[in-house]
């Protein structure tokens, strides 16, 4: 069964610093892009970032670029995203997702319809 796991979310102030990991395990993603989304209550869920199969290439929405960085360590099967100076709008469930697929480019997706197997989300809470 292939699963993907999020931790390291928490409550933190605005400012402050979160790194989140997320263990894929029951099959391997180091062909595979990998991503994070978040999502606020009553809002959509948006993309925040995402990495190629080799990690030589990323991608990142605005509202997070300079202070949020992905990155991957494929022996481990993992992915993180480290969250810096972060805002009190920066509060979301913050989900790990991973392409089904092997894409041995540059590719790093943005759009959720990409990706085929997500994890159950981490709560990262930003105060005032």
């Known amino acids: 069964q292939v699963q993907l796991v999020e931790s390291g979310g928490g409550v933190v102030q605005a400012g402050g610093s979160l790194r989140l990991s997320c263990a894929a395990s029951?099959?391997?993603?180091?062909?595979?892009?990998m991503g994070w989304f978040r999502q606020a209550p009553g809002k959509e869920r948006e993309f925040v970032a995402s990495?190629?199969?080799?990690?030589?290439?990323?991608a990142s929405a605005d509202s997070v670029k300079d202070r949020f960085t992905i990155s991957r360590d494929s022996a481990k099967n993992t992915v993180y995203l480290q969250m810096n100076s972060l805002k009190p709008e920066d509060t979301a469930v913050y989900y790990c997702a991973a392409r089904g697929l092997p894409s041995l480019g540059s590719w790093a997706p943005s759009l959720p319809t990409r990706y085929d197997y997500w994890g159950r989300g981490t709560q990262v809470t930003v105060s005032s």
């Open positions: 029951g099959r391997t993603f180091s062909s595979s892009p």
């Open positions: 990495i190629s199969w080799s990690g030589h290439n990323t």
